[in-house]
């Protein structure tokens, strides 16, 4: 059974820095690409970054460009969202989703919340 | 970015009504589309892939169509437990795109 489990959410504050994790079991993780798709309170579907199976191929959303990382290691089976300088509109939950586009497998998302 | 479009942006219906749901893009996306369902405090659920295509283990009162830039989904005779969010997708272009959604209720 395909699971995957974020973690690495909570409170920051603005201008702050976060990791969320993303662990994956149930299939091969090295043969996805993998993404982040976020969702802020009461608000609809946010792509935020997806990363090729080997890691050479990586893209963002605008709005999270040179502030966010997407990473992965496939030893570990985990995925990884290095964000930084968080602002107010970045509160959101964030889930990770195996596959570039078709996303078939969600995890139960982790929260981040960006407050002084 | 492609601008995806969602009607209604809400609906009540009856339990065995069929429902209906249009997504418009901004521009030509081929069949590049998906149709998710989200419960509340749920990930959302791929149920409609590639504009057309049922997932599997996804009941066949759902189905969807359109290609270019109009697009439907559609239940067929609503269920209460069909109670939820629903939105498409773009993958036609970087950055991937979602309609705003539509929450459909039991009337």
């Known amino acids: 059974e395909v699971q995957l489990v974020e973690s690495g959410g909570g409170l920051v504050q603005p201008g702050g820095s976060l990791r969320l994790s993303c662990a994956a079991s149930?299939?091969?993780?090295?043969?996805?690409?993998m993404s982040w798709v976020r969702q802020a309170p009461g608000k609809g579907l946010e792509w935020v970054a997806n990363i090729k199976q080997d890691g050479s191929e990586k893209y963002y959303v605008d709005s999270v460009k040179g502030r966010f990382t997407i990473s992965r290691d496939n030893a570990k089976n985990s995925l990884y969202l290095q964000m930084n300088s968080l602002r107010a509109e970045d509160t959101a939950v964030y889930y990770c989703?195996?596959?570039?586009?078709?996303?078939?497998?969600w995890g139960q998302g982790t929260l981040v919340t960006v407050s002084s | 970015d492609i601008q995806m479009t969602q009607s209604p942006s809400s609906l009540s219906a009856s339990v065995g009504d069929r429902v209906t749901i249009t997504c418009q893009a901004s521009?030509?996306?081929?069949?590049?589309l998906n149709w998710y369902q989200q419960k509340p405090g749920k990930a959302p659920k791929l149920l409609i892939y590639?504009?057309?295509n049922l997932e599997t283990g996804v009941p066949s009162r759902f189905s969807g169509s359109g290609s270019g830039t109009d697009f439907t989904f559609t239940i067929s005779s609503l269920q209460p437990e069909d109670i939820a969010t629903y939105y498409c997708q773009q993958y036609d272009n970087l950055p991937i795109t979602f309609g705003p959604g539509t929450k459909v209720d039991i009337k």
């Open positions: 590639d504009a057309s």
């Open positions: 989703a195996r596959g570039n586009w078709n996303y078939f497998h």
């Open positions: 521009q030509d996306i081929s069949n590049y």
């Open positions: 149930g299939f091969t993780f090295s043969s996805y690409w």
